[in-house]
């Protein structure tokens, strides 16, 4: 392994199996097993390993952090006296905690999951006193899968919001003395979804918006006030509000309610309102792309963006940073406050205690203190220099081919699409982050090597274009609906951004290349508008060259080229080839039987190859036909399948959250 010079150990961490993270490499004896007459699959062991996380909340002298992307899907308790991990429920349902909630008694711990089935339960208890006992399911919201927010008012009630793409949110309550789970009703029909709410012994705040799913005629930032006694919503959105696409976090402080919202083209704002007099409130520029995990001392009120924590005077109305010894916190997930320390729950896997007068920091690895790391689901996969990258949620894993060891870089976000172009990796970094490189041959980490507008946040796909020397990136705005097309020259590290090149409704989920052409693949997640459209691009140019409009009932989910013709198959396993030069579609096909939703396709060894969530496949160049190569891969990925290749024409995925390598000779 190439030794970096003196790195942190909070960037770069190897790992041994799914025990936990350890400082010694870890040796993966490949298992190659026969998948037909000359077609190997060769399993290289779990693809990401990791504790990762998405909520935290202290109660008394202990921080309880939610799991993410892990199954099962966990709480564990950090006791902050002895900074050890001692204690830990798994739940029954759910990749994600990503809400916790405690009743006022502190003896009750409320938790609430995202989910990738529907019909789950996603809500949950674990008693505190007894933290040896299993949490309880308590029910499901509604045909909601997922919640994203909950909050317990002073009687023991408890709040939950969340949704679902296509379902407006409601407010749920749960009545602990009767345990019913009730929908109160959906205030905003046009909101995609709602992550935030609180409640007092009167009122439940729900904030809502479009932080997924935007564009159109989806709701920006909305703010209701729920009468808890005559059981009716109204609307108490700041006028301030209106450019912001989504109110993110809610709190209760005093006499007061604290108000983050996400951004879009601008910063996002912070607001305190009087609780009294909705009318009365002030609104602040908070610098950052978002407002979230909140927690307030008599005088300030903490909160977190994507760029670390801060403070707001309540007495100035002034933010300031929070730097301590240069801390590099990531993406936070809780925040809280006591005695003068800041205590922060950090997705790179730790827990920073900030003292807030000596801005000094401690910080303690959750790995270290007994946190049960685990197999994560994948995000993006490449491959090529001898080692193989996926991606995790704060982490990249480098997989060397020929010793099987592991290393493990903490970055922010995640790596949604990556590619290795002359042994040099190159990511799609998700929320917002740009495009990363990491060059194994040299001595730097991963970092960033271009930025563009926060509001086009999600890269779906990447693509290296060889005619331009470019690398190609399509994106979806989750706020403002469409995407984009990024572009990044390596030779000369310029890099451009072409937004909405299909239309202002369709995302580009698919990215593919011929002789200096850009192909993109057009995906529409609203009810309205075109859906699959195909754009030929000049991506050095900036200029749409041609487009097709497909018929077809799904967008496109994955494209590549081979000769003459684009390959494409939609996220309803319609199967497409597109003659190039005569503009013409010139086979269809019902792939749904072994790609029924979201796919990846490449080029290799002059064979085009698919892989959706359950099938890897590859295609006849003469009649198109499709034919199995592994069934039954069912890959362990959190948003659609990858599907990648090194220059020997080995092809990797995923098989359940192990990385896998497949020989495919015809």
């Known amino acids: 392994m190439h030794q970096f010079p003196s790195p942190s150990r909070r960037q770069v961490l190897r790992f041994a199996g799914a025990a936990g993270l350890t400082t010694a490499a870890a040796t993966l004896a490949p298992q190659a097993v026969a998948a037909g007459a000359r077609t190997t699959v060769t399993d290289l062991g779990p693809a990401v390993v990791q504790f990762s996380l998405m909520s935290g909340l202290l109660v008394g002298d202990t921080v309880y952090i939610g799991s993410r992307n892990l199954s099962p899907a966990r709480v564990i308790g950090f006791h902050l006296p002895t900074r050890a991990v001692v204690s830990r429920t798994d739940l029954p349902a759910g990749s994600t905690v990503s809400a916790l909630a405690a009743d006022p008694t502190g003896r009750y711990l409320y938790a609430g999951v995202l989910s990738k089935k529907k019909g789950e339960p996603n809500l949950f208890r674990w008693d505190l006193d007894n933290p040896a006992e299993a949490a309880v399911t308590l029910g499901r919201t509604g045909s909601e ?64 918006g479009s932080v997924l799913s935007g ?179 704060g982490t990249i894993a480098r997989h060397d081919v020929r010793t099987g060891e592991v290393v493990r870089f903490r970055v922010p976000g995640e790596a949604k699409d990556a590619e290795v172009v002359d042994g040099v990796l190159y990511t799609g970094q998700y929320n917002a982050q740009g495009i990363w490189s990491y060059d194994p041959a040299g001595g730097r980490l991963p970092h960033q090597v271009a930025s563009f507008a926060a509001e086009q946040n999600r890269p779906l796909d990447t693509c290296w274009d060889p005619h331009h020397g470019l690398l190609l990136v399509g ?136 892989v959706s969530d359950t099938t890897l496949f590859r295609f006849d160049r003469r009649t198109f036909a499709a034919s199995t190569v592994v069934s039954g891969i069912n890959g362990g990925w959190y948003s659609g399948p990858h599907l990648n290749h090194d220059e020997h024409g080995h092809l990797y995925t995923l098989r359940g959250t192990n990385l896998v390598r497949i020989d495919d000779r015809r």
């Open 215 to 393: 564009g159109g005629d989806a709701s920006r930032a909305s703010l209701f006030a729920f009468d808890r006694a005559t059981k009716t919503f109204t609307s108490i959105v700041p006028k301030e509000f209106e450019t912001d696409p989504s109110v993110r976090e809610l709190a209760v402080l005093g006499d007061s309610l604290v108000i983050g919202t996400s951004a879009s083209g601008g910063p996002a704002k912070l607001a305190v309102m009087d609780l009294a007099d909705y009318s009365s409130y002030t609104v602040t520029s908070a610098g950052g792309n978002m407002v979230k995990t909140m927690a307030a001392d008599t005088t300030s009120v903490y909160f977190s963006d994507e760029t670390g924590a801060h403070a707001y005077s309540m007495t100035t109305g002034e933010i300031s940073r929070i730097d301590a010894e240069g801390l590099d916190l990531g993406e936070v997930w809780g925040v809280d406050h006591r005695d003068g320390t800041l205590v922060v729950v950090s997705a790179y896997g730790f827990v920073a205690e900030i003292d807030l007068t000596a801005r000094t920091a401690v910080v303690t690895d959750l790995g270290e203190a007994g946190a049960p790391a685990g197999p994560q689901l994948g995000m993006g996969i490449a491959a090529g220099g001898g080692y193989v990258y996926t991606g995790g949620t």
């Open 475 to 610: 994106v979806q705005s989750d706020t403002e609906g469409g995407g984009s097309l990024w572009t990044y020259d390596p030779a000369s590290g310029r890099s451009a951004i072409h937004v909405n090149p299909v239309d202002d409704r369709q995302l580009i989920r698919a990215v593919a290349t011929r002789q200096g052409v850009a192909f993109l693949g057009g995906d529409n997640l609203q009810d309205q508008g075109p859906r699959a459209t195909v754009v030929a691009f000049d991506p050095r140019g900036g200029r749409e060259l041609w487009r097709l409009d497909l018929d077809q009932q799904g967008g496109v989910a994955a494209m590549t080229v081979l000769g003459r013709h684009l390959y494409g198959l939609s996220r309803r396993g319609e199967f497409f080839v597109i003659d190039v030069p005569r503009r013409r579609v010139v086979h269809t096909a019902d792939l749904k039987e072994v790609s029924p939703g979201f796919a990846a396709m490449v080029t290799n060894r002059g064979v085009v190859y698919g």
């Open 145 to 208: 899968t997922d919640v994203r927010d909950l909050a317990v008012a002073p009687d023991g009630k408890v709040y939950s919001v969340g949704g679902l793409p296509g379902v407006p949110p409601a407010l749920w309550e749960y009545d602990p003395a009767t345990g019913a789970l009730t929908s109160l009703g959906v205030p905003d029909p046009k909101a995609t979804l709602a992550r935030a709410v609180a409640a007092t012994d009167s009122t439940v705040f729900f904030g809502a």
